[in-house]
């Protein structure tokens, strides 16, 4: 039997939830059911799927306040709960409105007369998603709903640090009848993510690096695909020609939302010399005007730290800053208060790539900022890492998009910060360690669920084969 797992509040600290992960044996089993509905699923046709999933949110909607409520007590943040929401509601229908023009099959002849192609696809039967903590709801279903529309069924995993939005959403799949057998959210650690993925036919998942080599080793292993989303270290270069009032605030948006705990998140700043004190003292007093949301959830902008072991990385990237030389401007100092963890917006100079949060992952709201003197040290600087998944770059257009082009990034955001968190319709794909696959943003997020098939028609069938035409 397998152990339960004690689920911590982010705002007092205590362990006040449960989860049961389910053994192995019976996770196989759920495997086998979810797989033998999708037939149906997959049968019921687009139009169908479409309806089943637009029923999903008017349930969703009735239960909306229990949704919120069980985001809230996840995370300890009220507003990005209410946006994290709104953009997965948004997302039902923007991919039932894109879905019937990605999905069509399409048919052309070919370079030899007499041969017609038809082009098809059929959905992965079986797609496992593994989600992680930082965005619960968002990052659990934004590949489930393309996934879905495709035809697939869907079995996913979320973390265990943030699993009590699961009970309300489930609430919302059981009252439409056609998605309840292939729409599956199970709890558990590790563990039941790698028993998931020996019994599915795709997964996608969303977390670290060290984490998402073992699920890419594990899905080689199987031949199955793996598409994965890892981590960020996001830069944003700021040039002389760039609106510092602008920058300034963008950058801050991009560094502290959801209290820096976001891939996109923006992890290093370099500044042109010629400006450098004026964009960080700009910065400084900017950021001193954000509060924590503590004693309540409306108290302010920044939340808690929701994974009890970040606060310890945050807090060594810290002191490894300044034991290096760094100076603290703001923030800086992880606070326990009412058994939560916290940070306030930290702005930190006199940081190089020898401290950990210039090189390392943070995941918080820490605002390093480097001065550069001309712009192909600033490509360099924002080049020399493990990651690339997005960036930003302030500056007039034409010299933001020529600097976006040396950038080693999948998405580069100019005269602002992380767009792809609210804009979606881009392709990208992460560089280097930041990920592996197929994009999960425009097109491709709906049709890496299908299988390409050509079928080849020979049009003129009394004809001889051509290759015996040929004496072959």
Not at 113 to 126: E, M, R
Not at 167 to 192: M, Q
Not at 231 to 259: F, R
Not at 283 to 308: F, N
Request: charged share 20%.
């Amino acid at each position: 039997m397998t152990k339960p797992i004690e689920v911590r509040n982010p705002r007092t600290g205590k362990f006040d939830y449960v989860i049961i992960p389910p053994p192995p044996r019976l996770l196989a089993q759920q495997c086998k059911r979810t797989r033998r509905a999708q037939v149906r699923w997959q049968q019921l046709g687009l139009e169908g799927r479409i309806e089943a999933l637009q029923q999903w949110k008017k349930a969703i909607l009735s239960g909306r306040d229990r949704l919120t409520e069980a985001l809230v007590n996840d995370t300890g943040r009220l507003s990005t709960s209410v946006l994290e929401i709104d953009s997965f509601l948004s997302s039902i229908d923007r991919w039932c409105k894109l879905a019937p023009d990605l999905l069509q099959d399409s048919a052309k002849n070919t370079a030899i007369p007499f041969i017609a192609l038809q082009q098809t696809s059929v959905p992965y039967p079986l797609v496992g998603i593994i989600s992680p903590w930082n965005f619960p709801l968002l990052l659990s279903t934004i590949d489930t709903i393309p996934a879905l529309l495709a035809g697939c069924a869907v079995i996913v995993k979320p973390s265990e640090i943030a699993p009590r939005f699961v009970a309300p959403l489930k609430i919302a799949i059981s009252a439409v009848p056609e998605l309840r057998d292939v729409l599956t959210f199970v709890e558990g650690a590790g563990e039941t993510g790698s028993a998931l993925i020996e019994n599915v036919d795709l997964v996608c998942f969303t977390g670290s690096v060290a984490t998402g080599r073992k699920v890419a080793e594990a899905a080689a292993k199987r031949f199955i695909p793996a598409f994965l989303e890892l981590g960020g270290k996001d830069p944003a270069i700021v040039l002389e020609s760039a609106n510092l009032e602008l920058a300034t605030s963008a950058i801050l948006w991009g560094s502290v939302v959801n209290t820096g705990q976001s891939c996109l998140s923006i992890e290093r700043i370099y500044v042109a010399e010629s400006i450098f004190d004026k964009f960080y003292h700009q910065l400084v007093a900017k950021a001193h005007r954000l509060g924590l949301a503590y004693p309540t959830v409306e108290s302010g902008e920044i939340g808690p730290i929701i994974a009890e072991r970040q606060a310890a990385i945050i807090s060594d990237h810290l002191l490894d800053a300044v034991e290096k030389g760094a100076v603290i401007h703001c923030g800086g100092v992880i606070e326990d208060l009412g058994g939560g963890w916290w940070c306030r917006p930290t702005v930190l100079t006199q940081v190089n790539h020898s401290m950990k949060v210039m090189t390392e992952e943070t995941f918080g709201p820490i605002m390093p900022i480097m001065p550069f003197s001309t712009v192909e040290e600033a490509v360099s600087l924002a080049n020399d890492s493990i990651y690339g998944l997005s960036a930003a770059v302030f500056a007039s257009e034409a010299e933001a998009l020529e600097i976006a082009q040396q950038i080693d990034a999948g998405a580069i955001s100019i005269n602002d910060a992380a767009l792809t968190a609210i804009m979606h319709e881009g392709e990208k794909n992460a560089f280097k360690f930041s990920g592996l696959g197929g994009s999960r943003m425009g097109a491709a997020a709906l049709k890496r669920f299908m299988r390409k098939k050509a079928i080849l028609i020979k049009t003129n069938a009394t004809n001889d084969p051509w290759w015996f035409e040929n004496g072959e």
